[in-house]
């Protein structure tokens, strides 16, 4: 069973917190190392379709029939 925990200004969900035993610190460590990771992994897709869609805007911007796809591609791009 997961419960959320909250560090700094980041929700982390962790499947030690409510158990008997506490878990070591150095499990602790392991377990927000591998969540950081996971999250940084994210982080990089988001960005590099984030770039996938800016070039594509870039490419079709100054053809005429494709102004609706290269706005569509600047929005995706912006979020």
Do not use: C
Request: a negative charge; hydrophobic letters at 40%.
């Amino acid at each position: 069973m997961y419960r959320w925990l909250f560090i700094g200004m980041l929700w982390i969900a962790s499947p030690h917190i409510g158990q008997a035993s506490p878990p070591s610190q150095q499990e602790q460590i392991q377990t927000i190392d591998a969540q950081i990771q996971e999250l940084e992994e994210m982080k990089r897709g988001y960005e590099a379709r984030a770039i996938r869609a800016e070039d594509q805007a870039n490419r079709l911007q100054f053809e005429d029939h494709f102004v609706l796809e290269t706005r569509r591609y600047f929005q995706i791009a912006e979020e």
